[in-house]
């Protein structure tokens, strides 16, 4: 018996916040297309063999599954099972052929129809590996959504993003050792040559039994995941500092959830309200680059360029690496930190590099920001990513740079110039961070107190 489906999705089952999709194209039997505000799945091919309608949802399930991967990656938004609005299946044909030829994806005016025709030809080439990839994002994204603050499966998502650059660094894995072994021969040819005073046969055999033993010693018995992803990005042109700082951060939260980090400091939680103890509660600042950089590198698997403009932008907020703030604070790097800058080195910099860097270095920041200030006219401060680095350092004993940032805590206060809902929540992200607030908010709160006092 043949059975044949029909699938509709309502678009105002879906966020308001959706552009208009506009689309007609074939998908393993399967036409999609739009109509009256439904995007509809309509089988055209039918599913033969089967006993009943429960054999027939089963093996139509994975069609579904890809399509909607397929579209969620287009339009950025999880598309799912859970938004089919209607389904029925019946054993009678609708008599319409297939027309292969047509391929149309329009999103918000802008035509994707390109894209989509790479993705299918992609999926009919390498099939495992794109659907999984696209799956694996889709499914990521499903569960940032699944509440207001994205939080409840932060963790969840996160390792979902995970996998999807593991699957992306095993593409090029194969390339990448054959690189690491062609750099191992070089050197231990070089070493022959220059210092063994041996004939080329010698060279080569002395090269062929030292290789994998210098590879071992360099490398060790296998390539780090973060080696392999970052030969990716080298790969397709989307690594830099920053971007290879970013990567570090990131496996060290992967391994932090792949071995299941004891959750640290659970007597307090800084906003948004989590109602687990996520692992990543203190990462969660990282699940918007990651999930787009894993977006533009799937794009650059398939052979396609959406995402980057999206990551271009992201990137751009991407903090710079430790090493670069060394070389700011020792003057080895000439940069202006009160305004925009090509490696995004801003008084919030040092702010993060406070909160992790030892003593020795607390006090270089210490008189670094208190130098920086000096050279400024306070009006003219970049307050929204001051407020942070003038808290931390208002139990300074330097007397006039407690004086400057008092200045620059009360006028951000002022003008609500802080990327916090309220003044006070810098107080439990410092908390939630092991950083003792006792003395630091009675001298905020001091100080604020004297201004209203004064008025």
């Known amino acids: 018996m043949i059975y044949y489906s029909e699938i509709h999705f309502r678009f105002n089952q879906l966020e308001t916040y959706l552009q208009p999709i506009e689309c007609e194209f074939y998908y393993a039997g399967i036409k999609v297309y739009t109509q009256a505000q439904e995007l509809i799945f309509k089988d055209i091919g039918g599913s033969s063999d089967v006993l009943n309608v429960g054999e027939a949802m089963a093996r139509n399930r994975p069609k579904i599954?890809?399509?909607?991967?397929?579209?969620s990656f287009l339009i950025g938004y999880p598309i799912t099972i859970y938004d089919i609005e209607?389904?029925?299946?019946?054993?009678?044909?609708?008599?319409?052929?297939?027309e292969i030829d047509i391929t149309k994806f329009i999103y918000g005016g802008q035509d994707f129809s390109f894209q989509l025709n790479k993705i299918l030809s992609k999926i009919e080439t390498n099939k495992n590996i794109t659907l999984s990839l696209l799956d694996k994002w889709n499914k990521a994204n499903y569960l940032l959504e699944a509440d207001d603050s994205h939080v409840l499966y932060l963790d969840e998502a996160m390792l979902n993003y995970f996998h999807v650059i593991e699957l992306l660094s095993d593409i090029t894995k194969r390339k990448y050792e054959k690189i690491l072994d062609k750099k191992s021969e070089e050197l231990l040819n070089s070493f022959y040559k220059d210092t063994g005073y041996l004939h080329q046969n010698q060279i080569v055999d002395k090269v062929n039994q030292k290789k994998k033993l210098l590879k071992e010693v360099l490398i060790g018995d296998f390539i780090p995941l973060k080696d392999r992803y970052?030969?990716?990005l080298s790969y397709h042109n989307l690594l830099d500092d920053r971007v290879s700082f970013f990567i570090d951060e990131l496996i060290k939260v992967r391994n932090s959830l792949a071995h299941g980090r004891v959750a640290q400091n659970i007597d307090v939680m800084e906003y948004p309200l989590t109602p687990f103890y996520n692992i990543t509660r203190t990462e969660g600042h990282l699940v918007t680059p990651i999930g787009i950089l894993t977006a533009v590198s799937i794009s650059k698997f398939i052979g396609i360029h959406i995402w980057e403009y999206e990551w271009n932008e992201i990137k751009q907020l991407l903090e710079p690496s430790p090493d670069l703030v060394v070389d700011f604070l020792e003057g080895r790097l000439d940069v202006d930190i009160n305004n925009?800058?090509?490696?995004?080195l801003t008084w919030y910099s040092l702010f993060l590099y406070y909160l992790t860097c030892k003593d020795k270095w607390k006090k270089v920041i210490e008189s670094r920001v208190k130098l920086e200030l000096s050279k400024r006219q306070l009006k003219n401060l970049d307050?929204?990513?001051l407020y942070e680095i003038a808290v931390i350092l208002i139990d300074t004993e330097d007397r006039q740079l407690f004086k400057m940032l008092s200045y620059v805590i009360t006028k951000i206060v002022e003008g609500n110039e802080f990327r916090w809902s309220n003044y006070r929540d810098i107080f439990l992200y410092l908390e939630v961070r092991d950083i003792e607030i006792g003395i630091i908010r009675k001298k905020v709160s001091d100080i604020l107190a004297s201004r209203i006092n004064k008025k």
């Open 65 to 71: 599954i890809a399509i909607a991967d397929v579209i």
């Open 86 to 98: 209607s389904q029925s299946y019946n054993v009678e044909s609708s008599k319409e052929t297939m």
């Open 230 to 232: 970052k030969y990716f």
């Open 340 to 344: 925009k800058n090509e490696h995004n």
């Open 383 to 385: 307050l929204p990513n």
